[in-house]
């Protein structure tokens, strides 16, 4: 089964908020948006510490990329959002991807030889 990164906990790398307040998963993060001050928002933002943290501890480099021009905790929010609800998917891509592209190999295999075939049977 694909890893869920969203909810899975950093362990020993907590993120901590101004005030001493341990957050412990993306999606912790998520929901701990909607009541933190805006002022200790847009510290964490401007000095780049979500997406450092989401990098660093998760490997999440698209993500942290993203998060990184998020222009206000709304953007940032909307951002997570649409992420926690492609990670599944995106999951299940990656644990399965070497049988897809062999599965892709075969069909494209096939394919060329029932071309090749046409082609020498107009002969």
């Known amino acids: 089964m694909a890893t869920d990164n969203a909810d899975k906990d950093a362990q020993d790398k907590p993120f901590v908020l101004e005030g001493g307040k341990q957050v412990h998963s993306i999606r912790q993060l998520y929901d701990e948006l909607e009541a933190m001050p805006d002022a200790v928002f847009q510290g964490h933002q401007q000095r780049k510490d979500f997406s450092n943290w989401i990098q660093k501890v998760y490997s999440e480099y698209g993500l942290a990329r993203r998060l990184r021009h998020c222009t206000g905790k709304a953007h ?42 046409m082609l020498l049977a107009r002969l």
């Open 76 to 117: 940032f929010k909307r951002e997570l959002g649409t992420w926690m609800s492609q990670e599944p998917a995106v999951g299940w891509l990656r644990q399965h991807q070497d049988e897809l592209l062999r599965d892709l190999l075969c069909f494209a295999l096939g394919l060329i030889v029932g071309i090749v075939a």
